[in-house]
């Protein structure tokens, strides 16, 4: 089952959208181009429902370790449920905001289930637990805009800033 939120729906029900702190963003996502090999950071946001993550973006920098955790607006968010026009639409607003050419989004463009030697429907809760792997995710890649990023390592948001990176909240 999939739902839009109105573009007046912000409007009408401030406490609804957006929430007013960003969910936690304690861990950085290093993504790695699959089409030019370079790594890009991103926020990877957390929380107990995905109501409280719904709307919030992570925009990273394309020249340098730089992030930048903001809110979609009601009719962005409308579009992205769509197609990525809700995501073109923020890092257009952003940038103009910060005075800015650089700062990309990236959200999940896909999920690759990973493939298994044995019906796993057959095994027992404990006997998956044991052979279970993690679903490869595929995220937009903000060099090469239509190929992906996957995973390579995460990282803490302290150990991302001592490393040098920024993150801030706009």
């Not at 950085?28 to 991103?42: A, N, Y």
């Not at 107990?48 to 930048?68: K, N, Q, Y």
């Not at 449920?81 to 257009?92: H, K, S």
Request: overall charge neutral.
């Amino acid at each position: 089952m999939s739902f839009c939120i109105r573009p007046d729906a912000y409007n009408a029900h401030p406490s609804f959208y957006p929430t007013r702190m960003p969910p936690n963003h304690q861990t950085i996502l290093w993504l790695t181009s699959e089409q030019t090999g370079k790594t890009f950071p991103v926020a990877q946001f957390s929380a107990d429902t995905d109501l409280v993550t719904m709307g919030w973006v992570s925009l990273t920098s394309v020249e340098r370790p730089d992030i930048v955790v903001t809110a979609m607006t009601a009719s962005e968010l409308a579009n992205a449920m769509t197609d990525t026009a809700g995501y073109l639409q923020l890092e257009a607003r952003i940038n103009k905001l910060l005075h800015r050419t650089d700062l990309v989004s990236c959200w999940l463009v896909a999920v690759e289930e990973p493939v298994y030697d044995v019906d796993i429907a057959t095994l027992s809760f404990q006997q998956f637990r044991k052979i279970e792997k993690a679903p490869r995710l595929m995220y937009r890649d903000i060099y090469s805009p239509h190929t992906c990023a996957t995973v390579s390592r995460q990282v803490s948001r302290r150990q991302f800033e001592r490393q040098g990176g920024t993150i801030r909240v706009v």
